[in-house]
């Protein structure tokens, strides 16, 4: 697949980020790049590895249409971006354990030994686990591939916009998902920038740091 990455400064790519309220509408992002933004992203860490973000890519007409009255605050960011990405948690993540493993063991990374061993320690694991312990879990998680999802969109040239106002406790059903298995965490609308954006304040690091 042909890249078109334009940037690996990393420097850049963190200190150009804004969040970007309005795209150029005539910029649309090919499937190809999106899935090869995507697959940078989902190389974010994750809580043993289970990866339980799922990644809707709403970019269709219908679908900007179906999430337009459930952002009804962020209506520019769903009109004029190339796409919106709406990034859940799946609490039944573990259902993906065989297929992560199992791979890890094809590809050389562990004896089938230790991929026994760490599934069946796991599975108790997920069995004592609460809903609300497993929903702080992939919170964390999916925070940490849409962090991972904009700086990838950065160095691709794109800009981006994390949104958490809108209808978490009705997104998941208007797209045909089970919402008590699906946990909504952010919306991030993602598209060529129309404008520069606007520079932020960050607060010192002896504010939001301390040594012991």
């Given at each position: 697949?042909?890249?078109a990455?334009?940037?690996?400064?990393?420097?850049?790519?963190?200190?150009?980020?804004?969040?970007?309220?309005?795209?150029?509408?005539?910029?649309?992002?090919?499937?190809?790049?999106?899935?090869?933004?995507?697959?940078?992203?989902?190389l974010?860490?994750?809580?043993?590895?289970?990866?339980?973000?799922?990644?809707?890519?709403?970019?269709?007409?219908?679908?900007?249409?179906?999430?337009?009255?459930?952002?009804?605050?962020?209506?520019?960011?769903?009109?004029?971006?190339?796409?919106?990405?709406?990034?859940?948690?799946?609490?039944?993540?573990?259902?993906?354990?065989?297929?992560?493993?199992?791979?890890?063991?094809?590809?050389?990374?562990?004896?089938?030994?230790?991929?026994?061993?760490?599934?069946?320690?796991?599975?108790?694991?997920?069995?004592?686990?609460?809903?609300?312990?497993?929903?702080?879990?992939?919170?964390?998680?999916?925070?940490?591939?849409?962090?991972?999802?904009?700086?990838?969109?950065?160095a691709?040239?794109?800009?981006?916009?994390?949104?958490?106002?809108?209808?978490?406790?009705?997104?998941?059903?208007?797209?045909?998902?089970?919402?008590?298995?699906?946990?909504?965490?952010?919306?991030?609308?993602?598209?060529?920038?129309?404008?520069?954006?606007?520079?932020?304040?960050?607060?010192?690091?002896?504010?939001?740091?301390?040594?012991?």
């Open positions: 697949m042909t890249t990455q334009i940037t690996n400064d990393f420097k850049e790519i963190l200190t150009g980020r804004r969040s970007i309220k309005k795209y150029d509408p005539t910029v649309k992002i090919t499937r190809a790049e999106m899935e090869e933004i995507l697959t940078i992203a989902t974010a860490p994750s809580s043993v590895n289970m990866q339980p973000w799922r990644l809707l890519v709403i970019d269709s007409p219908e679908g900007k249409a179906t999430l337009a009255p459930l952002a009804r605050f962020n209506q520019t960011q769903v009109e004029t971006s190339s796409a919106v990405i709406a990034v859940f948690g799946d609490l039944n993540n573990f259902e993906n354990a065989e297929e992560i493993y199992g791979k890890a063991v094809e590809m050389g990374h562990m004896p089938m030994e230790v991929k026994e061993n760490i599934l069946a320690s796991f599975a108790g694991y997920y069995e004592r686990t609460t809903t609300e312990e497993m929903k702080d879990v992939v919170l964390i998680d999916g925070g940490l591939v849409s962090m991972q999802l904009m700086l990838a969109a950065r691709f040239g794109y800009d981006t916009n994390p949104i958490g106002g809108y209808e978490k406790d009705k997104i998941a059903e208007a797209f045909g998902m089970d919402k008590d298995r699906y946990v909504p965490v952010m919306l991030i609308s993602i598209g060529k920038a129309a404008d520069g954006g606007h520079a932020s304040v960050r607060l010192p690091i002896d504010k939001v740091a301390q040594w012991k």
